[in-house]
């Protein structure tokens, strides 16, 4: 299974990018909020993490392999759970995902009906359930900066600080504000406790 992607961006259409490598060029499936991140970097050598999954009918053995880019493991990572939802899928997801994973994933742990609605091909119904079954997993996605989600220890503390505010009666959105205004300060955090004195330090100024 290839999991990344590495060459020179020969083309960039509304659904796809065109890398080549060496003597072949390789045809990335892109959801728009990667294509948009692509936009500047025509004839430059990208990178992009892929997923690989077969389209077709396979009763009629008309099976066609496909690839999907992205930017970062975090934006991989969140498709595959968006796409794990009954009645979504790789092409569904694949139109649906026109904003930042951020925005999405706060409309998904706010539980924002609505605002899913207005993504592409995801009505109502497809909303709920999307909420139903990944409610629980955003937080990090919520947290993302940059487009990613920063690797190492310290993202893991700030989560599960975030996660203790929300725990003691703390909307997910204001906890993920306080949370955010900590990180801004660029501070070095050695445990859960720590940030979350700082949180209510802030609180107090």
């Given at each position: 299974?290839?999991?990344?992607?590495?060459?020179?961006?020969?083309?960039?259409?509304?659904?796809?990018?065109?890398?080549?490598?060496?003597?072949?060029?390789?045809?990335?499936?892109?959801?728009?909020?990667?294509?948009?991140q692509?936009?500047?970097?025509?004839n430059?050598?990208?990178?992009?993490?892929?997923?690989?999954?077969?389209?077709?009918?396979?009763?009629?053995?008309?099976?066609?392999?496909?690839?999907?880019?992205?930017?970062?493991?975090?934006?991989?990572?969140?498709?595959?759970?968006?796409?794990?939802?009954?009645?979504?899928?790789?092409?569904?997801?694949?139109?649906?995902?026109?904003r930042?994973v951020?925005?999405?994933?706060?409309?998904?742990?706010?539980?924002?009906?609505?605002?899913?609605?207005?993504?592409?091909?995801?009505?109502?119904?497809?909303?709920?359930?999307?909420?139903?079954?990944?409610?629980?997993?955003?937080?990090?996605?919520?947290?993302?900066?940059?487009?990613?989600?920063?690797?190492?220890?310290?993202?893991d503390?700030?989560?599960?600080?975030?996660?203790?505010?929300?725990?003691?009666?703390?909307?997910?959105?204001?906890?993920?504000?306080?949370?955010?205004?900590?990180?801004?300060?660029?501070?070095?955090?050695?445990?859960?406790?720590?940030?979350l004195?700082?949180?209510?330090?802030?609180?107090?100024?």
């Open positions: 299974m290839i999991t990344r992607i590495t060459g020179q961006l020969v083309a960039l259409s509304d659904a796809a990018a065109t890398v080549r490598i060496g003597g072949m060029d390789y045809e990335v499936l892109l959801p728009d909020l990667v294509r948009r692509l936009q500047a970097k025509l430059e050598n990208v990178s992009l993490r892929t997923i690989e999954y077969l389209e077709g009918n396979p009763q009629k053995g008309r099976l066609v392999p496909r690839m999907v880019g992205f930017a970062s493991d975090a934006e991989k990572e969140f498709f595959e759970l968006f796409c794990s939802v009954d009645g979504v899928g790789v092409r569904k997801a694949l139109r649906a995902m026109i930042p951020r925005e999405v994933a706060e409309a998904i742990e706010e539980r924002d009906v609505k605002q899913l609605s207005t993504l592409p091909g995801i009505g109502p119904a497809v909303a709920e359930r999307i909420v139903a079954k990944l409610r629980r997993k955003m937080v990090k996605f919520a947290m993302m900066v940059s487009g990613d989600v920063p690797d190492g220890e310290a993202t503390l700030f989560m599960d600080a975030c996660e203790a505010l929300v725990s003691v009666g703390h909307t997910p959105q204001d906890a993920r504000n306080r949370i955010d205004a900590v990180r801004a300060a660029g501070k070095t955090f050695r445990s859960v406790e720590e940030i004195t700082q949180v209510y330090q802030n609180q107090r100024n």
